[in-house]
């Protein structure tokens, strides 16, 4: 652990450090190739890492992001190709939300169309307009119209969408719980303050949506349901929230464990370090700092280039690479080649 002794990581006399919002969510994929092909080329998103499960070597890790890999911004994927398809149900994230530009959805249904994404019809949430979608192992995703300020701390990256419609993070993430009470009181505990509520279209049930305090990935909405679900492709894997610095890691910790939770002990994932624990309803979190980074280990220019294995794999890299399957990032889209972000 870093030492950081300035004050923003103590916390207050009422609790820790308020989370920003999310940092990563990471989901079950199945063929990596297909994998690519969609979140790179249709969605737009680029490959900030390209890497391997660090508790499964034998099995990628893909990080996909806005054009820097900020916070908040990246959906990552464990291609397990042997695995069933699973089924979303109670104490899972059962959608993923993204933010797209105001007045951009037009281009996405024509795009999905284009290319034969399975998408539903419009709806209207909380006064915003969302698109519902799935990826092509069945994963449950949306896009949101927001205003996106000329501040945000985002930066689009533009080799396949135009900036007028690139995704810019995360929206938000719903939780599907069989017993909300106890994890309300944990959103509460991390920062979130619960906002405002209404029928869930999908269940018939009350959404009520949590805000964290952050720009981007700052939602957090909470529905009850009773169905049943499994984990397998097309499904999320843990919902990782934003603790920046170590301080504030730590305090969140401490917080948790004292509402009976058991969170693990800090863990360096290479790029960021993680606390996990399962809260009360049965949803794997991950607290993540923002430190060191996806830029940390290769250029800003070549994120994703290559493979890249944290130091301790790195003297296995042949045995490694030998039993991945041979991928191909797609190529720069000449139609935005122009308006690149590198």
């Given amino acids: 652990m870093t030492d950081e002794s300035d004050s923003a990581g103590a916390g207050t006399e009422d609790g820790p450090t308020p989370t920003p919002g999310i940092h990563h969510v990471t989901c079950v994929a199945g063929d990596p190739q297909r994998n ?4 790179v080329e249709t969605l737009g998103l680029r490959l900030v890492k390209r890497s ?23 959906m ?4 397990w190709t042997d695995l069933p398809e699973g089924e979303v149900g109670a104490g899972q994230v059962s959608r993923t939300a993204f933010r797209v530009p105001e007045g951009s959805l037009d ?24 698109l519902p979608f799935r990826d092509p192992d069945g994963l449950p995703v949306e896009l949101v119209e927001v205003e996106i300020p000329d501040d945000d701390p985002t930066t689009a990256w533009t080799a396949h969408v135009p900036e007028s419609a690139a995704i810019r993070g995360f929206h938000s993430v719903t939780l599907w719980l069989d017993d909300p009470d106890r ?10 303050t619960e906002t405002e509520s209404e029928s869930d279209a999908a269940t018939g049930n009350d959404r009520t949506r949590f ?10 909405d909470v529905v009850e349901t009773d169905r049943q679900g499994s984990s397998g492709r097309g499904t999320v894997h843990h919902v990782a929230f934003q603790t920046p610095t170590d301080a504030d890691q730590s305090g969140m910790r401490d917080a948790v464990a004292s509402m009976g939770l058991r969170p693990t002990e800090q863990i360096d994932r290479h790029w960021f370090r993680s606390v996990y624990f399962r809260e009360f309803a049965g949803v794997l979190f991950e607290l993540a700092t923002a430190d060191p980074g996806y830029a940390s ?26 039993g991945l399957a041979d991928v191909t990032v797609p190529g720069t889209d000449t139609a935005f080649a122009a308006n690149r972000a590198d």
């Fill in 297 to 322: 280990d290769e250029p800003l220019d070549a994120l994703g280039d290559r493979l890249v294995l944290p130091g301790r794999f790195e003297d296995r890299r042949e045995e490694i690479e030998s």
């Fill in 36 to 39: 690519l092909d969609f979140w």
């Fill in 107 to 130: 281009y996405w249904e024509g795009r999905f169309d284009e290319r034969g994404v399975d998408y539903d019809a419009r709806e209207e949430r909380f006064g915003e307009t969302v």
């Fill in 52 to 74: 391997i499960n660090q508790d499964d070597p034998g099995t990628y890790h893909f990080f996909y992001g806005d054009a820097e890999g900020t916070p908040g911004t990246s």
């Fill in 211 to 220: 805000a964290a305090g952050g720009a981007v990935g700052k939602y957090v």
């Fill in 183 to 192: 994890t309300e009181g944990l959103l509460r505990t991390m920062g979130l």
């Fill in 76 to 79: 990552t994927f464990f291609p």
